[in-house]
């Protein structure tokens, strides 16, 4: 018995010998296409994110450029189209607030257009999520490459690195270690090539999670962007996705729940971003696979961090590359990974990674003497949070894991920025720095101000670091005692909105609390004298805050949660 190959969703718009035919066939053909590659060949879409106002994006358009002439080599038709870009550093209130929405772009784009593979070239943090959720929603073959990081920063003789050499710079100005002319010279040496940050921050956290889950070819995540491996990687996968597509290895044979868990563990290996908590979670939800907060406390707590690179060591993404990458990461934990989860080159990962080599045991540890013990992700709970908030214990000072201090709050960000200098501040190293309404709903879009500028009346006894907690996220290059993704947060009443100056506060790492030493009575009080902030009235804004889940969630749009598949739309004219 033979069985039929399913048809290709893009013979519903150019087989047809009828008007509707004509008209996507010669509107198509424009674009230099002659009439008889029109002949069924899987028409591959390359989701696009180039833009100037996405610098770590920039270099998209040439290698989209490799990626057609790896689809046209292969016998495929490669289809470039652009969707929402997401710049980190540009896009105000933040980034995050976006993601969903460029989510909803990609899913559309792709069932709304005569595609039956997609490229994914991700870059800058939030494309990658937004792009990768958009395409869950939809399930085609989906084959994902990322931009790449850029080669290291190199400031008077030193290597620094994007996000973390920032946070670290402008605390040594205002704590009087550096000079405001050095501060200068270092802006034109750390963004120095084309690429991401090239800290293990959000972006290589991300690239490295896709990877991770199967997603794209060994070792894309850490080809540095101006490395000529990055573009025959994206030639190859241009390749690789006409056959997915006659494959039909479609996502959800890739992304299940084992990948999901392989991802988990790798996170912590490397040292991974806190924001991959909520991105990954997200993800999970648009596949309909459950995956909850705590799973990243069970599975990826007690695991070690292998990889020495900023902001939790030394090095940087380029010396992470020559090193070996992902795949040699992954060899060395792979006892602990599902092996048998599938990869989009068609082979199970423990095939990809069995001869994964390491050229550098100081940047890439042995699994027997890691980096760090125990450091992934931990999940706090207690009356302050819970539904449950984050750590990145790796990123934090040892002896601030456990401690009990003196609330100082901030009730917004400005607040914090307004008063943080202040000499009559009431505040020193004991304290614990509260910021509120930073959350989802709050900021909105749960902006990465978690990682607070420590006041400078500290700075100046050359301390650098304190406990912090808010409802916020912090830039995957930021490192510190920071406790993140307070749920429920602020600004929906979660308990966080309650905290007054000089209630006293106790954070145990070890025993995953995280505690507010009032009393229930007291807290009762509170909560009837509270008043909502206000919220956004129109526009996006008011969609996103309307609908947004809370961080233990993924902070996706409720009505995003789960999939639609990509049944081919009805005929527009
Ligand atoms: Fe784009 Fe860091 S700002 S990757
Ligand atoms: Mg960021």
Redesign the pocket.
Known sequence: MTMEKPKRRSRAWFEKQDRDGFVHRSWTSKAGHPADEFDGRPVIGICNTWSEL???NSHFRELAEFVKRGVLEAGGFPLEFPVMSL???QLRPTAMLFRNLASMDVEESIRGNPIDGVVLLM???KTTPALMMGAASCGLPTIGISGGPMLNGKFRGKDIG??TGVWMMSEMVRGGQMTQEEFTEAEGCMNRSSG??MTM???STMASMVEALGMSLPGNAAIPAPDTRRNRLAQLSGRRIVQMVEEDLTMDKIMTREAFENAIRVNAAIGGSTNAVIHMLAMAGRMGIELTLEDWDRIGSQMPCLVNLQPSGHYLMEDFYYAGGVPAVMREIQHLLHLDALTVNGRPLGDNIKDAPCYNRDVIKPFAEPYKEAAGIAVLKGNLAPDGAVIKPSAASPQLLKHRGRAVVFESIEDLHERLDDPNLDIDETCVMVLKNCGPCGYPGMAEVGNMPLPSKVLMKGISDMVRISDARMSG?AYGTVVLHTSPEAAVGGPLALVRNGDMIALDVGERSLHLEVSEEELARRRAEWAAPERPVRGYAKLYVDHVQQAHLGADLDFLVGRSGAPVPRESH
Do not use: K, V
């Open positions: 996405t610098p770590c710049g980190e550093t870059g800058c943090d994007s996000g991401t940050c921050g959000t972006a290059t």
